[in-house]
């Protein structure tokens, strides 16, 4: 039997399938003992298949859910599945989403609003076993059971693109809050009265440490470095890119660039600021960086924890007592990933 999962997201929609008797053994928790913190290290590889569509989000809410059920198909056909095979469908999306209901109730870049994604996708797929969730949820879920955190008992996922997602995974079990709004992280203030956010508040995570920030920030110190005369590389790197982009303040610090040294500074103390919070209310054994931003690697992570681990509440405990600060590992899949595994855990409980 087969479990497939659904990505939606602003760009494209991302379908792939895994196979029940790859995932069984991990719908369970389980803690790792210390000499054995990969214990399921093969599950990295347990997509079979995955297979990616323009969302095209210009259309309706229905187009697109039928554009997701036919690509469902596809990705089963192209693993050499019989869609009768498939168990059950995991879906999630962007912004508010209601997992009982399977109603999404918001989403900022996708025209899903109060829309009953469980029903269409049960209407177009003839499948009844349907699981709907946040999209950041379901690559948490899939980074604490096969990537990142895998056998750790309470595990947290920041990931930084266009905006800040995350989400707290204990036990095994995402933590979504009563109304399932929970793990907003990017919409935690840092700056009071600050730069204005997507969500209309000032100053939150989000306006200060998402790749548009980075962006923003960058552009701010090429017009100023342009206005006093100050050497940079900025423009030039940019202009190989064809714009400024989440790397080229980071290209340009790797070269000795002074301007980008000070703009990599600030956004990473903004981050460090957001994830030491974090820290403070969870106290998560991993906190995994995941998005384009995490492919900085070392450049990022070392001065993160170095600015963390001076400044948390726990900083006085003994260092096997801090929460390791580590790039997510599932990449582009995570999202997919979780997905189908949220839909077979589930299905697999109601047995």
Not at 126 to 151: M, S, W
Not at 152 to 178: K, P
Not at 309 to 336: C, H, W
């Amino acid at each position: 039997m087969y479990h497939i999962g659904i990505d939606l997201g602003g760009t494209n929609i991302v379908a792939g399938i895994l196979r029940e008797s790859d995932i069984a053994p991990l719908l369970s928790f389980r803690s790792c003992s210390s000499d054995d913190s990969q214990p399921f290290a093969f599950c990295g590889s347990c997509l079979l298949y995955k297979e990616s569509i323009p969302t095209l989000p210009s259309r309706s809410a229905e187009e697109i859910m039928a554009d997701a059920a036919s690509l469902a198909r596809t990705v089963a056909h192209s693993a050499g599945v019989d869609f009768r095979d498939v168990t059950s469908i995991g879906f999630v999306s962007p912004g508010t989403v209601n997992p009982v209901s399977g109603v999404v109730e918001f989403a900022g870049n996708v025209p899903f609003n109060n829309f009953d994604a469980k029903l269409h996708l049960r209407h177009n797929t003839g499948i009844d076993k349907i699981t709907v969730d946040n999209d950041a949820n379901a690559a948490a879920y899939a980074e604490a059971v096969v990537g990142a955190g895998c056998g750790v008992r309470d595990f947290l996922m920041i990931t930084i693109g266009t905006g800040i997602g995350g989400a707290f995974v204990s036990a095994g079990d995402v933590q979504r809050g009563f109304n399932f709004a929970g793990g907003e992280f990017g919409h935690t203030v840092i700056v009071a009265g600050g730069e204005k956010c997507t969500c209309g508040r000032l100053g939150c995570v989000e306006a200060y440490c998402s790749i548009n920030a980075l962006i923003r920030m960058t552009l701010d110190e090429m017009a100023r470095a342009d206005a006093t005369g100050e050497h940079t590389l900025l423009s030039d790197i940019a202009a190989k890119t064809s714009g400024v982009n989440g790397k080229t303040a980071f290209d340009a610090m790797r070269r000795g660039d002074k301007v980008a040294e000070s703009i990599v500074s600030r956004y990473i103390y903004y981050l460090s600021t957001a994830l030491t919070n974090y820290i403070n209310i969870f106290q998560p054994e991993i906190l995994a960086v995941g998005g384009g931003i995490s492919k900085e690697g070392e450049y990022l992570l070392s001065p993160l924890r170095r600015i963390i681990y001076s400044e948390m509440f726990n900083r006085r405990q003994r260092p096997n007592k801090y929460t390791k600060i580590v790039t997510a590992s599932l990449g582009g899949d995570a999202g997919v990933i979780g997905a189908a595994l949220l839909a077979a855990k589930e299905w697999s409980n109601k047995k």
